[in-house]
């Protein structure tokens, strides 16, 4: 199982990015999906998470309204769109795959396995 996420970048306070994560190798649509912020000094926090869309997803209160986590079944791909950006989320994003199927998903990093590459976004003016 491989996990790839891009979309990252610069973007001024306001505004807004969509990171991709591409999931390859033997999965199901039923093992949770989460997407991790990393920053310098600070632990790694779960940001979003997703089982199937308005059934099961979970987002860290202060991107509520703000972040959206998506999920394409077909193309094995979960999106995370970040709008009104703000300095504070910047950070490393890494997308995470829990390895056995559940209902629901848990935004703690102890409950995923395997790991993909981080993007890096940076929100400045």
């Known amino acids: 199982v491989q996990l790839q996420a891009s979309g990252g970048g610069v973007v001024q306070p306001g505004g807004s990015l969509r990171l991709s994560c591409v999931i390859s190798?033997?999965?199901?649509?039923?093992?949770?999906v989460g997407w991790f912020r990393e920053t310098p000094g600070k632990r790694r926090e779960g940001v979003a998470c997703?089982?199937?869309?308005?059934?099961?997803?979970s987002y860290e209160d202060s991107v509520k309204g703000r972040f959206t986590i998506s999920r394409d079944k077909t193309r094995n791909t979960v999106d995370l769109r970040l709008d009104r950006l703000q300095p504070e989320d910047s950070g490393t994003y890494t997308c995470?795959?829990?390895?056995?199927?559940?209902?629901?998903?848990?935004?703690?990093?102890?409950?995923?396995?395997?790991w993909g590459r981080g993007t890096l976004v940076t929100v400045s003016s």
């Open positions: 190798g033997r999965t199901s649509p039923q093992m949770p």
């Open positions: 997703i089982v199937a869309e308005e059934i099961s997803e």
């Open positions: 995470a795959l829990a390895e056995e199927e559940n209902w629901y998903c848990t935004l703690f990093e102890v409950g995923y396995q395997q």
